[in-house]
């Protein structure tokens, strides 16, 4: 699928494409008397849409499509009317979803080409016109990814039949914001997508060490400059935590490095540290069988990160990042970790191993004490890290934790303009406690059942040093299998999720 911005004097216009797109917006909701508005479209399409309300055949609620086929409306062969909504709550989080909902559509209907009138999808957004159109980009593209690369061709093209929409704009509309926001919406999509590929794809085809590779081919003709640790270099610096767990597997871990200079040498830079568990068996305390091949998605925290630093350098944002992503396997080879044992992390704390299945919480301890080591403005991580924030929170919000006012503020507003829900949780000196350990400095598991995500961040707050403001996601309910919650979000797979908080986040540190 391609999107291209179109300048015309008037629409509709004539065109190749048979199928014209236009948006309407609520005035009034009552149910009795729904008025709707429907800026810079025709008045033959604003008697089709009335008329369609008078029948009761359209409600215009929220990210509501109509189809009238030979509808023959000056030149095009047919119409598609999509719904914004209530108009006092237009967002730009409605024109992603509209547009998903539009992709929906169009591929179900197989239409290939349609023109999409530019100037009603974007007539509440006068003022935000790059930032509206990416995302309404961003809703197509979003919309569109499907992992299907290990099914047959013939079946991949009869489900992609959309090749090209055009963004057809007026003189009311400049042409060259729209240019901006579609180039911002498709780098975006394309980080995101590449994500959930990385997230799809099965642990036998995705190692360590293939994580790495990927990285570093995703990050050619780029300003990034990637690097990847071997298992020499691990033990080297000492990583006990990332080494401990990589010796179940004869996939031996990686430590995967990635730094953006986009500001002078000066400037501080944000990091961002991901767990990279590329599969997850639970090590020694096996998991359950039932679902345990969603534990290739334990590796989601590390892969966003990835995505998260391609947009960043793609986007060409003027700060300094940098990244860290741990990667291993948890696995039962004979050299495994075993039920208390002890590990000494990179920072030299010792921590005694109570439960192998909470490894995330190891690797990621040396990749935050290295990271605290570059002196960043602000550490970000990113990880599936606890069962616990699903109970809590399911797969509505992504759960963070920080004691910074300041970051928290940041990242509230940051995840309100990418239109992803976040939820601060607590983090408190009590769950530090309970992770004291009884013949180490620490134990991986508190000595009580319950807040186990806060005590998970806790532990992790451990390795945060010279108050360095620090914010921890727990991504475990949100990574994957969103079921309708969004729409322009497979229901089943890797979903991309903070990826779009992460860059809004990334801008506040210019």
């Not at 349609?114 to 961003?138: G, H, M």
């Not at 961002?272 to 345990?292: E, H, Q, R």
Request: glycine share 8%; hydrophobic share 40%.
């Amino acid at each position: 699928m391609d999107i291209q911005v179109k300048k015309v004097t008037q629409i509709p216009t004539k065109s190749k494409a048979q199928t014209l797109i236009e948006f309407c917006f609520r005035t009034s909701s009552d149910p009795k008397n729904i008025k709707v508005s429907t800026p810079h479209v025709a008045k033959e399409v604003s008697n089709l849409i009335n008329s369609a309300l008078k029948e009761e055949h359209f409600c215009a609620d929220p990210n509501e499509t109509l189809l009238f086929r030979n509808a023959n409306i000056e030149g095009y062969k047919h119409l598609i009317i999509v719904s914004l909504g209530d108009g006092n709550k237009i967002g730009e989080e409605s024109l992603r979803r509209a547009c998903a909902a539009l992709e929906k559509v169009l591929v179900k209907n197989k239409i290939k080409e349609v023109d999409l009138n530019c100037d009603s999808l974007l007539s509440k957004f006068p003022k935000k016109v790059i930032e509206a159109t990416s995302a309404a980009v961003e809703g197509f593209y979003l919309a569109d990814y499907e992992f299907d690369k290990f099914i047959n061709v013939e079946t991949r093209q009869k489900k992609h039949p959309i090749k090209l929409i055009n963004l057809v704009c007026s003189a009311k509309t400049k042409t060259a914001l729209v240019q901006k926001g579609l180039e911002s919406g498709k780098i975006i999509s394309e980080c995101i997508n590449f994500a959930r590929a990385l997230g799809d794809t099965p642990g036998n085809l995705l190692p360590p060490e293939e994580l790495g590779n990927e990285t570093i081919k995703a990050a050619k003709g780029t300003k990034l400059k990637v690097s990847v640790w071997d298992v020499a270099k691990i033990k080297k610096e000492k990583m006990g935590g990332l080494y401990g767990v990589g010796k179940g597997s004869d996939q031996g871990p990686r430590f995967i490095t990635m730094e953006y200079k986009g500001a002078a040498a000066s400037k501080k830079p944000i990091c961002f540290v991901g767990k990279g568990l590329t599969f997850d068996a639970g090590g020694i305390s096996l998991k359950p069988a039932m679902a345990m091949d969603e534990m290739k998605y334990d590796m989601c925290g590390g892969a966003n990160v990835i995505a998260t630093m391609l947009a960043i350098a793609k986007l060409g944002l003027k700060i300094n990042a940098i990244a860290y992503v741990p990667a291993s396997e948890n696995m039962l080879g004979p050299s495994a970790n075993k039920p208390g044992d002890i590990l000494t992390a990179r920072s030299g704390k010792t921590v005694e191993v109570l439960n192998t299945d909470a490894e995330g919480r190891l690797i990621l301890m040396d990749a935050l004490d290295y990271a605290c080591e570059q002196k960043p403005a602000a550490i970000i991580d990113a990880a599936t890290l606890t069962g616990a924030i699903v109970v809590a929170l399911h797969n509505v919000y992504t759960g963070f934790f920080t004691k910074d006012k300041g970051l928290k503020d940041k990242i509230e507003k940051a995840a309100l303009v990418a239109g992803e829900r976040v939820w601060h949780m607590p983090i408190h000196d009590e769950h530090a406690r309970d992770m004291k350990g009884r013949h180490a400095d620490l134990q991986n598991i508190s000595n009580h059942r319950g807040a186990g995500s806060s005590t998970a961040a806790a532990f992790l707050e451990q390795f945060i040093k010279n108050d360095i403001p620090w914010a921890h996601f727990d991504i475990a309910g949100t990574a994957w299998d969103l079921g309708d919650r969004y729409n322009y979000c497979p229901s089943k797979g890797a979903s991309g999720v903070m990826i779009r908080t992460f860059v809004e986040i990334a801008k506040t540190f210019k």
